[in-house]
């Protein structure tokens, strides 16, 4: 080949070979500008639905009332079993009430003959009057009588006192519920001797109450509603509640003690365990977003970053108020349902400031 020949080859391959490099090496603007960029998890909020919130407690009333015997004695009989209804008035226990029984015979006698010691000691009192007028008795007679009347009534008063404390002691042998409720416990044995105000049996009486935890983090408040039930299925029998109290936060549990005044009993011994549904809050216009997303500025309002429409994503910053909080998510106001957000906060984020999606997921 001559000189010229190949001299005119390479005239036409090295432009070739030299736009080739070039286009081989030179890097996609693109790609290096999105590497540049902040990279966002972003998330699609969507409506709060109404979830409903399940908790487990336990049933009780509002009373818990010790019944023990006044005077020690030997129990002769228990007349009732943990977990029975009785009503006020009905004898569950008694004790041994012989000498009782004896003592109250022994006071009605002795009433008995202090009533007719002063019928005689008054007859004879006015039988004397006027007497000593006439010169029949004299007036020291006659004083002497009507002291004796009056001596004779005063021990008529004793013998009747005594005789009501021997009733008293009788009917206080026998332990009655003081008023309608259900048998929480019984711990006294027939047979065995208790001393006074030794406890035998355990009513619960008053209004129906339920006892469970919650959250501290959880939005309930008194006077809210909830469903307290055997179990969640809806054939099972459910009463209608309200929180009627919410004790202080628990430093080591984070939880909170509420209490719940129910319409009506339950069929249920003291202490079981029943579900207690409660009716979510009414939210309107309402997302759910995580709480990683939100900067706090205060108890109910923060800020958030949210994400415009274009192609290559801008910050804006959007101003919530939270309305209420739902496990690890918020409920807040000020957002619309499909609008983006951002959930990995950062404190250089900047308004306006493009950023790159790294994942996209969407809250149901």
Request: charged share 20%; proline share 4%; glycine share 8%.
């Amino acid at each position: 080949m001559s000189c010229r020949t190949r001299s005119d080859v390479l005239k036409r391959v090295l432009p070739l070979i030299a736009a080739s490099c070039l286009l081989g090496c030179k890097p996609a603007p693109s790609s290096m500008r999105r590497a540049s960029l902040p990279a966002v998890q972003a998330l699609t909020v969507q409506d709060a639905s109404s979830e409903k919130s399940v908790f487990v407690g336990t049933y009780g009333t509002s009373r818990s009332i010790p019944l023990a015997p006044t005077q020690a004695g030997r129990i002769t009989a228990i007349s009732v079993v943990s977990g029975q209804y009785v009503h006020r008035g009905d004898i569950l226990a008694a004790l041994e009430d012989r000498l009782l029984l004896e003592m109250e015979e022994q006071a009605e006698g002795e009433v008995d003959a202090a009533r007719a010691e002063v019928k005689q000691a008054a007859a004879t009192y006015k039988r004397s009057q006027g007497l000593d007028t006439i010169g029949g008795l004299s007036s020291g007679v006659v004083e002497e009588r009507a002291h004796s009347w009056q001596v004779a009534q005063g021990k008529y008063k004793s013998a009747r006192a005594a005789l009501t404390q021997a009733q008293i002691q009788v009917a206080e042998a026998k332990i009655r519920a003081p008023e309608d409720g259900r048998i929480i416990s019984v711990t006294g044995v027939p047979g065995r001797l208790v001393g006074a105000g030794s406890e035998i049996i355990r009513l619960s009486a008053g209004e129906p109450e339920v006892h469970f935890k919650v959250p501290s983090s959880s939005s309930w408040t008194v006077g809210d509603r909830a469903d307290v039930g055997v179990s969640v299925s809806q054939n099972s029998q459910s009463v209608h509640a309200v929180i009627k109290e919410i004790g202080a936060v628990d430093d080591s549990s984070q939880m909170q003690d509420v209490k719940l005044k129910l319409d009506h009993s339950l069929p249920l011994a003291v202490d079981s365990l029943v579900t207690i549904v409660l009716v979510p809050h009414e939210v309107s216009h309402a997302v759910r977003v995580p709480l990683t997303a939100l900067i706090s500025e205060d108890q109910d309002h923060a800020h958030l970053w949210g994400l415009t429409e274009e192609q290559e994503p801008h910050l804006v910053l959007r101003r919530v108020q939270i309305v209420g909080l739902r496990g690890a998510d918020a409920l807040v106001e000020g957002l619309t349902a499909g609008e983006r957000i951002v959930t990995n906060n950062d404190g250089s984020f900047k308004s306006d400031e493009p950023v790159h999606v790294v994942s996209q997921a969407s809250e149901g």
